[in-house]
Nanobody
Framework: VQLQASGGGLVQAGDSLRLSCVPSGRTIDISLYAMGWFRQAPGKEREFVAA????????NYLDSLKGRFTISRDNTEKTVYLQMNNLKPEDTAVYYCALDLVYNDYVSTEARAMDYWGKGTLVTVSS
């Protein structure tokens, strides 16, 4: 399974971006998965950003991002989006999407739980 993340770029503080992630390759039952977004800033560890359970729609966010970031899914397009508003320079990072095979209606926030990873898309926010 390949994950294609897109939508990153260079923006100014206060701007918005929407990231997309589309799984492709081996046919999977997407309803068995949760999709997570993680980010890694230079010199820092990868951190959880947001996740959504494909079947239930249950979402979870890094507390500090609640209200600015919104994760959603399009079942028809099998695409997950991360809407990022009021971006700040500290949001600068490579953003990765990941798939997690789950057996419930919830999501994991742990990177080690993810089964598949995309290559990442760079988001740079200038002040």
């Amino acid at each position: 399974v390949q994950l294609q993340a897109s939508g990153g770029g260079l923006v100014q503080a206060g701007d918005s971006l929407r990231l997309s992630c589309v799984p492709s390759g081996r046919t999977i039952d997407i309803s068995l998965y949760a999709m997570g977004w993680f980010r890694q800033a230079p010199g820092k560890e990868r951190e959880f950003v947001a996740a959504i359970n494909w079947k239930s729609g249950y979402t979870n966010y890094l507390d500090s991002l609640k209200g600015r970031f919104t994760i959603s899914r399009d079942n028809t397009e099998k695409t997950v989006y991360l809407q990022m508003n009021n971006l700040k320079p500290e949001d600068t990072a490579v953003y990765y999407c990941a798939l997690d095979l789950v057996y419930n209606d919830y999501v994991s926030t742990e990177a080690r739980a993810m089964d598949y990873w995309g290559k990442g898309t760079l988001v740079t926010v200038s002040s």
